[in-house]
């Protein structure tokens, strides 16, 4: 019996090394299982960090083009709003230029066009403020309308003379007869309309008045062509 224990113990010892090592095994596999599986979680969250950067970058460069394209309306806005308050104040300005009184049952009003650089230029913009003006008092207007120019010249002296330069008339009759929805449609539609028209010498030989030229006025109105103001 005592000579099989040491046999016996061998035995256990062998076993007990097995055992411990088998233990080790495991353990060294499930070590490197959750080695294997840190570093994927690592990879995973890296990527997930990555795809939320990404993410953010591509929201930050939506919200920066929303930024941008809401400053641009608002510059937009702005110069409409200026836009409209310079074709105010431009409107205003042309209103005080002209002024509008009744004589003889007529309506008169008579535009300060000041100097002309340019005769050509300042005969059509009188008939542009004037028809606009003409539309929109057409309805108040009794019994014709008579539109007078007043602008200033200069001598060859240096001498400075502001006078009426023109005098247009616009009859009740043909007043009734325009279509305002479509008038006026062209620089010189006051004169196409008008039933007399008169220049001065001064202008007389503008290639407007040279074709516009009709003395039919109502002559108390005719008289004031070369009046001095």
Request: glycine share 6%; hydrophobic share 30%.
């Amino acid at each position: 019996m005592e000579e099989n224990k040491p046999e016996e113990n061998k035995l256990e010892k062998k076993d007990w090394l097995f055992g411990c090592g088998g233990c080790l095994g495991i353990i060294f596999i499930l070590g490197l299982v959750l080695f294997l599986f840190m570093g994927c979680m690592a990879d995973m969250t890296e990527e997930q960090k990555k795809d939320d950067n990404k993410q953010l970058s591509e929201q930050e460069k939506i919200e920066e083009t929303n930024k941008r394209l809401e400053e641009k309306s608002k510059e937009t806005e702005k110069a409409q709003e200026k836009e409209e308050t310079k074709k105010k104040e431009k409107k205003e300005k042309d209103n005080e230029k002209i002024k509008h009184n009744k004589q003889d049952g007529f309506d008169v009003y008579e535009r300060d066009g000041g100097m002309a650089f340019s005769e050509n230029s300042s005969i059509k913009h009188f008939s542009m403020e004037m028809s606009n003006r003409l539309k929109k008092d057409h309805k108040k207007i009794d019994n014709g309308a008579i539109f007078k120019d007043v602008m200033e010249f200069e001598d060859k002296k240096g001498n400075e003379e502001k006078i009426v330069a023109i005098v247009t008339y616009v009859s009740k009759e043909t007043i009734d007869e325009i279509n305002f929805d479509n008038w006026p449609n062209n620089p010189e539609s006051l004169y196409d309309v008008s039933d007399g028209v008169v220049f001065h010498y001064y202008i007389n030989d503008n290639k407007i008045a040279k074709t516009r030229n009709q003395d039919e006025i109502p002559q108390q109105f005719y008289d004031m062509l070369g009046e001095e103001k």
